[in-house]
């Protein structure tokens, strides 16, 4: 059946701010992260739908977001040499600039790049506690302070302006320094995230 305008449209022709939150499940991929686990965090942040057409919509985003990588002791292949569990905590301040399509009413896909800036980074021994962390400092740091993905997802809008999520983003370069002893590691960010949210 074929998708009318009036059916596939946004439901506002003005700028719509809002604010969202949400849960990640992140890991890094590559060939020497075969085995790793992924860790489970959040996001939370500012979100703007910008009318382009009836139908297409410019979707700029703030966010938050907690990501990393888990490694249990059974772990073997990875590039980490160790005997207990880990948690790898890389946290971002996440930029995405996407293009919405509404396919029917409210329901909506989306794609575009996204820009992420770290803002911290340790090591955590005993994740479900408040101890065994250990903070990495900058100077001692292998990851790059910059990431570029591209966010895949899909949105559903109810009438009122409360919506519900669900992407997924992939980094397109190594997250690693190219002069460090990480230069020949291909680690690349992989992050699902599901959330709720509300256009004001």
Same mark, same amino acid.
């Given at each position: 059946?074929?998708?009318?305008?009036?059916?596939?449209? =946004?439901?506002?022709?003005?700028? +719509?701010?809002?604010?969202?939150?949400?849960?990640?499940?992140?890991? #890094? %991929?590559?060939?020497?992260?075969?085995?790793?686990?992924?860790?489970?965090?959040?996001?939370?942040?500012?979100?703007?739908?910008?009318?382009? =057409?009836?139908?297409?919509?410019? +979707?700029?985003?703030?966010?938050?977001?907690?990501?990393?990588?888990? #490694? %249990?002791?059974i772990d073997q292949d990875n590039v980490f040499d160790t005997d207990q569990n880990l948690e790898y905590q890389l946290d971002y301040i996440q930029v995405p600039l996407l293009i919405k399509a509404y396919l029917v009413e409210g329901l909506s896909i989306e794609a575009g790049p996204q820009f992420g800036f770290k803002i911290h980074e340790e090591f955590d021994s005993e994740p479900n506690s408040d101890s065994g962390d250990l903070e990495i400092d900058e100077d001692d740091s292998y990851v790059k302070d910059f990431d570029t993905s591209i966010a895949l997802g899909t949105s559903y809008k109810f009438d009122g302006g409360f919506f519900i999520s669900a992407r997924y983003t992939m980094g397109l370069t190594s997250i690693f320094e190219d002069d460090t002893l990480f230069e020949d590691v291909d680690g690349k960010n992989e992050v699902w995230q599901f959330g709720v949210g509300f256009m004001f």
């Open positions: 059946m074929a998708l009318t305008s009036g059916s596939a449209q =946004s439901d506002s022709k003005t700028i +719509q701010l809002g604010a969202k939150g949400g849960v990640n499940f992140s890991k #890094i %991929t590559g060939d020497d992260f075969d085995d790793v686990d992924s860790r489970t965090s959040f996001n939370v942040g500012l979100v703007a739908e910008i009318p382009l =057409s009836e139908r297409i919509s410019f +979707q700029p985003e703030v966010f938050y977001s907690g990501q990393g990588f888990d #490694i %249990t002791e």
